[in-house]
């Protein structure tokens, strides 16, 4: 090492000391301080139940004022305590120079999770990555470059940026680089192994990444990322970034997150918290079905539907869900709606208490509403003729009950044919004119719904009276946008009149006949920006390249990073099998790694391996439908439930060709096998998939390996599993 390395490094240390030790201080100060506030709110309040009595009301507005306050600089004092904890874990993780361009003066802007001023001197020490100035550190080189800064745009030169690894008070490592974040930093965080919840990414934002991140103008944001893009860690980073940046007017409250399922809410749950912001509220398409079906009938759940179409779908319903899953249905379900008003509705004349309003006026009054929903202008019609003939009864000196009010109700109620909404969207396939639709429409029994008509009923219902939203939600996040259907969609944005993230995979989708496209859901969102994110960073370059032998996507470029070729192995029968697999799970158990997921294409096999594998000594976590919480270590479950987690090592059982031979089985094994971080082993009793077939191709480098005999690995097992 050179005098000016020595040197530099030096200055480098000197400066972390530094900051770790005026960290330390404010902490001791801010702890202080939150220890004499809540002092100070405890005698308030009990001045203030001693002399309660006494007070008259402007001294008891005046006191709840000042605790009020009391309680407010409390609070953000917990808050500036929490962000220098987490400072004083890792301090900063890179550093820009930057000459500006009106002044010639250079200077370092170290960059952390949060930002943080010397107390006395009040000179930033450190930059939170979401401050404008960071941005230099992520979106250029060495060179001319630019930031928006309140002021305008600031116009210079960076003269360096350099990473770091700091732990503590402990410089790991540092190093200078000329380009973006990446090389060596990356490698070394992707090569790490996964942990139990999804981490922040400060550190290895990358360029593509933080255009999506600080993009504060869409109103509607479309993510198309490839498997292992960050694409869900980016969106949370997206929230983080605009919380940061419009703080004043936007809190985490006003935020939600549509998510798949309560592992996966469990799994991310960690990230915002880790960036300083409180966790957001969570939204499933489930409670929002329940929501407004609870009352009105049963209903088959997407789970359910997952798991029937795995055991087989019958032509008919794989019809019915085609056709609802179109932009068109919603078209013509909207156009049918829309024309009941005028088309279904008889007026007649109304009589109470012998008093009349005539036809017409029936009719001019239920046309004056004209626009509004269905049901809700025969309630205002219902309304206006009880407060007219009330009036009428009233001046006579007659008298009016809540009787009358009911009678006339069910008068409007008989000149429309439709008692509600589900009778409306029934009508709707028994449509004379359309005689394309009869038999689109399949109950599950008497008081159950196919999956498939859930939200277009809860559609039906939203368009036909009035319905509250979530007014209070001013952004809206939409993970597995692939997963939805139009009408899905419309419910959405029936509901949430605010900005979104909408992101997604279209090669992950679960149930080919009602995914949605992007072009079609661009076309849903023709007012929003559309990203892409291409760069795939979860599984080494082997496991990706295996991925896109079973669904390709020539868009998709993986980061240069090696490790073991996938394994697949041939067994005799199924007790070599699992006895394969028993020796992979000890193989894992001795291994530098910590996660291994084991995905099996449905959760009823899942359950089945599971209880093998635990009978057999093997301690790990089963997933299914109903978990809400994702653990580390060994985890069981299937390719839908495993959608957006990951893992070091994942085991892929049962590729034969009799479990994996649809469209959507070829979805399924392509989600389990790129859950793999860093190894993927496959296995398989009998003729191998068709989608695996290109691993027998002459020439493969894939390790395709004969599952050794039962009687071999029975006497290996106590020795492999203990």
């Known amino acids: 090492m050179t005098d000016v390395q020595t040197r530099d490094e030096e200055r480098e240390r000197q400066y972390l000391a530094e900051t770790v030790r005026l960290l330390k201080r404010e902490l001791e100060r801010l702890g202080a301080s939150i220890d004499r506030t809540a002092k100070t709110i405890q005698e308030q309040k009990e001045f203030m139940w001693e002399n309660w009595r006494d007070m008259d009301f402007a001294e008891k507005a005046a006191m709840r004022t000042e605790v009020n306050t009391s309680v407010g600089v409390g609070d953000s004092a917990v808050t500036v305590r929490r962000h220098v904890e987490r400072l004083l874990e890792s301090p900063y993780f890179g550093r820009v120079d930057f000459r500006r361009a009106d002044d010639g003066e250079g200077k370092g802007h170290y960059i952390g999770v949060h930002d943080f001023s010397d107390p006395e001197t009040q000179e930033i020490l450190v930059h939170d990555w979401r401050a404008p100035v960071s941005s230099l550190y992520y979106d250029f080189e060495l060179g001319e470059a630019h930031f928006e800064a309140p002021t305008g745009t600031v116009h210079g030169t960076i003269t360096g940026k350099r990473q770091y690894k700091v732990a503590g008070d402990r410089l790991e490592y540092m190093f200078d680089s000329a380009l973006t974040i990446g090389d060596e930093v990356l490698q070394r965080e992707l090569s790490r192994s996964a942990d139990d919840r999804m981490k922040n990414i400060v550190a290895t934002i990358q360029r593509e990444q933080n255009e999506v991140i600080r993009n504060e103008s869409a109103k509607v944001l479309i993510l198309q990322g490839v498997a292992g893009s960050g694409k869900t860690s980016i969106a949370l980073h997206r929230v983080a970034f605009l919380l940061y940046r419009f703080k004043d007017s936007l809190s985490s409250d006003d935020v939600m997150i549509l998510s798949p399922n309560k592992v996966f809410g469990d799994y991310i749950a960690g990230v915002l918290p880790e960036l300083g912001e409180e966790q957001i509220a969570e939204i499933d398409f489930e409670r929002i079905a329940d929501r407004f079906l609870a009352k009105v009938t049963e209903y088959e759940t997407f789970s359910e539907q997952v798991v029937k179409l795995l055991d087989g779908a019958e032509a008919a319903a794989a019809e019915r869900m085609r056709f609802k899953a179109t932009p068109q249905f919603v078209t013509q379900l909207d156009a049918w709606l829309a024309a009941r008003g005028d088309e279904d509705f008889t007026p007649r004349q109304i009589e109470q208490r012998n008093k009349r309003l005539s036809e017409e006026w029936v009719a001019d009054a239920f046309a004056a509403s004209r626009g509004l929903p269905v049901f809700t202008r025969l309630d205002l019609l219902a309304e206006n003729a009880a407060n007219t003939l009330r009036q009428q009864v009233l001046d006579k000196g007659g008298k009016w009950s809540a009787a009358d009010t009911n009678g006339i109700r069910k008068q409007v109620r008989a000149m429309f044919p439709h008692k509600d909404a589900f009778a409306l969207y029934k009508a709707f396939y028994q449509d004379p004119g359309h005689p394309e639709r009869r038999g689109l429409f399949k109950p599950l029994g008497r008081k159950k719904i196919e999956y498939a008509d859930v939200f277009p009923l809860v559609y039906t219902m939203i368009r036909t009276s009035r319905q509250e939203g979530y007014g209070h939600i001013r952004h809206l996040l939409v993970d597995e946008m692939q997963d939805y259907t139009p009408v ?193 082993h496959l296995t398989h009793v009998g003729p191998i998939s068709r989608f695996l077939e290109f691993t027998k191709e002459p020439g493969s480098r894939l390790g395709v390996v004969e599952a050794e005999t039962a009687e071999t690995l029975d006497r290996a097992i106590p020795a492999r599993v203990g």
């Open 488 to 680: 899905q969609y419309a419910v959405l944005r029936a509901l949430f009149s605010c900005k979104m993230t909408i992101l997604g995979d279209a090669n992950q989708k679960v149930n080919p006949f009602s995914s949605s496209s992007l072009p079609v859901i661009r076309d849903i969102f023709p007012e929003a920006d559309c990203l892409e994110l291409c760069k795939s960073y979860r599984s080494t370059t082997e496991i990706t390249d295996f991925a896109q032998h079973i669904s390709r996507n020539d868009k998709l470029v993986p980061i240069e990073r090696h490790g073991l070729p996938p394994q697949v192995a041939a067994a005799a029968d199924h007790k070599a099998q699992e006895a394969e697999i028993l020796a992979l799970v000890e193989r894992h158990r001795r291994s530098e790694y910590r996660s291994l997921g084991i995905v099996c294409k449905t959760v009823a096999q899942a359950e089945e391996l599971y209880r093998t594998l635990s009978a057999a000594g093997v301690e790990l976590t089963f997933l299914d439908y109903e978990s809400t919480e994702f653990n580390a270590g060994t985890v069981i479950t299937s390719a839908h439930i495993a959608k957006g987690l990951e893992f070091d090592a994942v085991i892929v059982p049962d590729v034969d060709d009799t479990n994996y031979a649809t469209e959507m089985d070829k979805c399924m094994l392509y989600i389990a096998c790129t859950r793999a971080m860093h190894e993927l």
